[in-house]
């Protein structure tokens, strides 16, 4: 079929599938989203904020082993849905352990330490292990051998788990901060471009003065004024982003208004917002989509910014800027990956971003 009767939809999205670079970036992404979504169902850790501590043995490499006993905190419940995808409490204590023994109805532990000194063996009768009838049932469901394959941080948390959960937060300030921007910048660009004269000035000065403020020092502005917590980053981002988009889209509408088309849609009777909503704007988003790729990208630098200085998705929300912040000094105590693994993964998933803005802006590129 000649490219004549293919539609423009179709058209760049065959020029997209063959950028292998755009295609990858976008598989990559979207692999990210799924293990976000399901990050409880796929994390060793999946108590909720993947929190679970054992200080004994903070720090340890990738692919650290250990004998994990679990001592229950109360009556064993089933998982609900909600557990799934949003964690579940502790319903038990771990305790690392060298080794372990059975006698007189009685279990008896070392404690994890690498100082032989202070190795100290516990008891703990069976009348403590809640719903669990003999001490071999114990041993058997109650003490295993836990692997941490990305191994642990400062608190003894499993790093793999963290990485997960965390994952959430850099992805969904991605999500939700495009929208904000998109709708924020769409509205004014809007006005700006359409109606011109002293509406275009005033959006022109707000975006102008808006632009002038350095972005990280605004954000941290509106989340001092809104206050730390997880969403308040979320709408800060949002709102320092959408004059990259009203300045595109008030460019694009004054070239739009003018094309026959929209002089067409005049002389009908139409109403303005159904001319700017129905005819004008449909034709002016590759490039608003083409940005939103960027600005994706450029929230998830911000957040992990904010994070770093403490402004954040805070504790015990893990956020990889926070992770990051929490491990950066272990760079030069000799475990720099309590602090590249974090930063390892926002250098790829803000790449990917800015690979698929790139070929998205290929695909759509009309001259081409």
């Known amino acids: 079929m000649s490219k004549i009767n293919q539609s423009l939809t179709t058209i760049a999205l065959q020029k997209f599938k063959k950028n292998f670079w755009g295609v990858f970036s976008f598989g990559y992404i979207l692999l990210m989203i799924f293990l976000s979504i399901f990050a409880y169902i796929l994390a060793p850790d ?6 679970q501590m054992h200080l004994a043995i903070h720090s340890k490499p ?22 799934y995808f949003f964690g579940h409490q502790n319903q038990a204590a771990e305790i690392p352990i060298l080794n372990y023994s059975i006698q007189n109805n009685q279990l008896n532990y070392v404690e994890y330490t690498e100082d032989e000194s202070l190795q100290i063996t516990k008891e703990i009768p069976l009348t403590q292990f809640v719903g ?52 924020v910048g769409l509205f004014f660009g809007a006005l700006g471009g359409y109606y011109g004269g002293k509406v275009d000035a005033f959006v022109m000065w707000l975006v102008n003065v808006i632009w002038s403020i350095p972005t990280l020092l605004l954000v941290i502005a509106i989340t001092l004024a ?8 979320f709408v800060a981002v949002g709102l320092t982003m959408w004059v990259e988009v009203a300045r595109v889209v008030r460019g694009q509408i004054i070239s739009a208004k003018e094309m ?53 998705a805070q504790p015990p929300i893990p956020s990889w800027g926070g992770m990051i912040k929490d ?29 698929t803005g790139n070929a998205l802006r290929d695909a759509l590129d009309v001259k081409n």
Request: aromatic share 8%; no cysteine.
């Open 46 to 51: 999946d108590s909720v904020n993947a929190n």
């Open 327 to 355: 491990h950066y000094s272990y760079i030069i105590l000799g475990k720099p990956y309590l602090a590249l693994i974090p930063g390892t993964a926002i250098m790829l998933i803000t790449l990917a971003f800015m690979m």
């Open 226 to 233: 809104l206050g730390k917590g997880f969403w308040q980053v």
């Open 260 to 312: 026959q088309y929209v002089t067409a849609a005049r002389a009908l009777g139409f109403s303005n917002i159904r001319i700017i909503i129905n005819h004008i704007l449909p034709n002016i988003m590759a490039p608003v989509i083409v940005i939103s790729a960027a600005n994706f990208a450029s929230a998830i630098l911000v957040e992990s910014g904010l994070s770093f200085l403490g402004l954040g």
């Open 132 to 183: 669990y009838a003999s001490l071999q049932e114990v041993e058997t469901e109650l003490i295993s051998t836990k692997k941490f394959i990305l191994g642990t941080d400062k608190y003894g948390r499993d790093l793999l788990s963290r990485m997960l959960v965390g994952s959430r937060v850099s992805i969904s300030i991605g999500f939700v901060a495009v929208i904000i921007s998109v709708v």
């Open 62 to 83: 990738p692919g650290f082993s250990v004998q994990m006993l679990s001592i229950p905190l109360e009556q064993k419940k089933s998982k609900t849905i909600k557990s």
